[in-house]
């Protein structure tokens, strides 16, 4: 053999060697694949922050992350989930879970946890991730609902404290129309749709789903709660054209001053500091017909069952859940603390997150039913009918409790 023959083969060898080197270490190398919900311009540098920081304590794992507007995650997850294309860890709602569960596709994750893992949490908001005995989602968010209202307006018309029943916003409205001014902001398109008429269907003691599984917000509290809302719609005491505006758009009213009073969750307050400064809010409780009541909600990290990497996504996972990286995504985007340790810290202790832990106690949870979303959609095209005038309330709820019912399978 030649010596360019020997070079040769001996390069072909270690052309071989390489290639079979490179893809044992490629073996070895994970991507861990992460869609998260989008809840403020703050998610995505948070989340790459956080990437990269467990990069570099983990040579060897790559975090890709991959940052969805939430009105377009659901669809993205059921279109990626169907083409096998799905990420290994999605934020979701946590109301979505059970039908993710039903279809075989969540990891359960209670073969990852420890003990100590479990009680970081605060027993709540860890439980509504949990479906049969088993844990399939992580509380990456939580938060409760009260009622924004701007304190020179409603000071002008006798109410220096806010308004503390439905009666008291009606009345307040009124002084506020005379001044030119629209009293509540109403939430008519979009996410959330129906959890803005619940917040008056629960305030009246009455409840969306009942114990027997069936649709209950057509009952007589319900059509109570829908009349209220279409009487101050009639009498001009919201913004006109209410089923133009989505939360976001009445929080922007609210920001501007164009509404007093409206019904949102804590990052609101986040967001009135760094955007209206100007404007002196207070935060209360929902206004009460005859009981109190708040909406809690969780939003859950999940592990897909068809993930390649499960252990460097739990991993992941598991840092996400520390005390630093909870606190600075909690603080950053205005939500209430999910884990003991973060509940600790100062940066907490502040009057606007107090008064929605205060709220906690008369705190309701969305139904951990099957085809959930299926009945909101069904009320919130009730709600629209109605506030458009298109149908009478008891007529439109009861439509939408046959079509919710079909959904719920009773």
Do not use: C
């Not at 998610?43 to 570099?56: L, N, W």
């Not at 059921?78 to 290994?88: F, K, L, P, R, Y």
């Amino acid at each position: 053999m030649s010596f360019q023959q020997r070079a040769t083969s001996a390069l072909g060898k270690l052309a071989v060697a390489l290639a079979f080197a490179g893809a044992t270490i490629a073996a070895h190398a994970d991507t861990v694949r992460v869609t998260v919900a989008h809840y403020s311009d703050a998610t995505a540098p948070y989340f790459e922050k956080m990437a990269k920081q467990f990069e570099a304590a983990n040579p060897g794992t790559t975090i890709k992350i991959e940052d969805v507007n939430w009105d377009s995650l659901q669809q993205k997850l059921q279109t990626d989930i169907a083409g096998g294309a799905n990420a290994d860890l999605a934020i979701i709602g946590t109301r979505w879970l059970l039908d993710f569960v039903k279809d075989g596709i969540a990891e359960p994750l209670d073969g990852y946890m420890d003990a100590n893992f479990k009680a970081r949490f605060i027993g709540p908001f860890l439980a509504p991730g949990q479906i049969g005995g088993k844990t399939y989602g992580l509380p990456i968010a939580a938060s409760a609902r009260a009622l924004y209202y701007n304190k020179d307006m409603l000071a002008s018309v006798g109410y220096p404290q806010g308004p503390k029943t439905w009666n008291d916003v009606v009345d307040a409205s009124k002084k506020l129309k005379a001044k030119g001014i629209a009293g509540f902001g109403l939430q008519g398109k979009e996410i959330e749709t129906d959890v803005y008429f619940y917040y008056a269907l629960w305030t009246h003691g009455g409840e969306v789903v009942g114990k027997d599984g069936k649709a209950a917000f057509n009952s007589a509290q319900g059509v109570k709660a829908a009349t209220l809302y279409k009487s101050m719609i009639d009498q001009g005491l919201t913004q006109p054209g209410v089923t133009g505006y989505s939360r976001e758009d009445v929080q922007n009213l609210f920001k501007q001053g164009r509404v007093a009073m409206m019904i949102s969750a804590p990052f609101l307050a986040k967001q009135l500091q760094k955007e209206a400064p100007n404007i002196k809010y207070g935060i209360d409780a929902i206004p009460v017909a005859t009981t109190p009541a708040t909406y809690a909600v969780t939003d859950s990290i999940m592990m897909f069952k068809n993930s390649k990497v499960k252990p460097a996504a739990w991993k992941f996972l598991d840092f996400l859940f520390t005390k630093e990286p909870r606190v600075l995504f909690t603080s950053t985007e205005g939500f209430l603390p999910t884990t003991k340790a973060e509940a600790a810290d100062p940066v907490f202790n502040n009057p606007d997150t107090q008064a929605f832990i205060a709220l906690l106690p008369h705190a309701r949870f969305a139904p951990t039913v099957t085809g959930w979303e299926d009945t909101a959609k069904a009320v919130t095209n009730a709600m629209q009918s109605i506030y458009l005038g298109k149908a009478k309330p008891a007529d439109a709820l009861n439509q939408a409790a046959t079509e919710a019912n079909k959904s719920l399978g009773k």
